[in-house]
């Protein structure tokens, strides 16, 4: 590949890494009408399975650049899951999900190849579209990058030698070795556990499972140890270890390995015949940076955050980066909007970063306890699900969910509860549109914003038309309408009778809602959407999900137990848990716990 002399020519912007983050940004940016090239020091898509749990938010992601079928026949959908203390039941999880009404099920597992070919699949087609094929350059390792005030240039070692590329934008896909990062002299910062899981993928011969999480805490099969599982599609089960503290890398070995994965099979009465596939060792990490914007360099991915995988949020979050991401580099990179909305893209991000370590790291107090008063309580809670089923919801595995930016410097935000909140992802409700059945995604823009009117909550008069940044978008009861609500189930829902106007981003995210359609109104709201005019926001701490008043005396209490104690600080745990149910004020526990400590 030669040298490329124009940042606004075939590379206005160049993304590093052939993953998936990579490949969906750059079929995203394709549909905008721009022209990525995608830089991969491999020869082709890897061929591991790594991560394979994709939220409904993903799946909707994958819809819209154009992946969606691919991926909607391939994997394989779930909602359910079951934990076992030994061989006990002990919580069972139940995911909303009607599939009469839901476009997709919360969760789809498939082996992160399937999703890297069907992203590079979309991406070219998009480019083909947009009259650049060739999107992807493999066997194209990254040396350097330097930045001026107007272009990146990034040094590549390519199978014709040593290059120069120029883009006018660069973004770092490239995983949690990130060469882009290191040659930033970036550094992730937050917290490594200790705990390793030895994961494997087994193909086994004609036995069909339930779809479904399976987790087993100090099974008959590994005393002491936890165990997932989850089936993915060609008969390929993934099979995670919980390893102890001594164990090495030497476990990988096959005469090591082998036992670990027959003593679970045996346990479960599988007595088919089985092949390992696929083999690693994974240690969990909640480690982010503090910006995602460095100039005209954007980090996405693993590149930007690595989130431990309980709850499923390592791909799925970088796909979300990718997504928020695309409209708003495409727009920046045509002129159409200041670089400002470059650094909502950071503050979006970051912001769902925090609120995915929080989780994960809730999750990690049960698989991967970070102290012995961490896994005493862990215990204490399995030895009670059983018999309270309170206890059981501690148990809850906190799955990837998607993010509400109301603390965006690019939302009007405001405090009213009703209706959908500024910042969340519109619900992607069925609907009937041109005299069919669809859901609210399919109508709205494919590149641009949607503003949604609801007409029957609006003065009778014109309607305002489409223009080059939104397109217009009626709903009402009427057969005359674009979405036709009948039964008013979506006014009710987006509360229309206190806003009859709705601003959607390209992202699907909602920008705005106010309560009149006047032209005044809708210019500003859609000034501070693309960041001319980006509201001041103090920061502040994340929103936690899931933050239950058991959940912060659970923590309070476990950070102050001892490492030592034996059956005696086991029993102690129980009383500490059962006291915490039946405790009227959470703040209050926290208190005492913290002048108990001294």
Known sequence: MSDIPNPVGEADILIVGAGPVGLALAADLSRHGRRPIVLDGKGQIGWSSRAICLSRRSQEIFDRIGAGPAFAAKGLPWSRGKTFYRDALAFELQMPFSPDDDRHAPFINLQQYYSEQFLLDAAERAAKDAGHPGIVRWNHDVRSVEQTADHVLVEVDTPDGKKRLKAGWLVAADGARSAV???????????SYEGRYLIADIEVDGIERPVERHVWFDPP???????ILHVQPDRIWRIDIQLRDDDGDEMLEEDRLLPLLQAQLDMM???????????????AHALTLDSYVHGRVMLAGDAAHLVPIFGVRGLNSGIDDAHNLGWKLALVAAGKAPPALLDSYSAERLRATRENLAAATKSTWFMSPPTPGFERMRDAVLALAGTHRWAGELLNPRQSTAHVYDGSPVIVADDDPNGVRPGSVVPNMPVRLDGGAAHLHDALAATRFTLLLFADYLPAGPILPSTDAFDVVTVAGGEDAGIVDADGALARVFAADRYPVHLVRPDEHLAARLASADPTMVAAALEVAVGRTPRATGGGAPVVRNDT???RMYEAIAASLPDDGGA??????????????????????VELVAEAKG
Request: proline share 3%.
């Open 181 to 191: 990062r290191q040659a930033l002299g970036l550094k992730l910062g937050g917290d």
């Open 221 to 227: 099969s590994h005393p002491g140890s936890t165990v």
């Open 269 to 283: 009465g599988v007595t088919a015949g089985w092949r390992l596939v696929w083999k690693s060792i994974y240690r």
């Open 549 to 551: 008043p058991l959940e």
């Open 568 to 589: 005696a600080a086991d029993s102690l745990a129980r009383l500490c848990l059962l006291l915490c149910n039946e405790a009227g004020s959470a703040d209050r526990v």
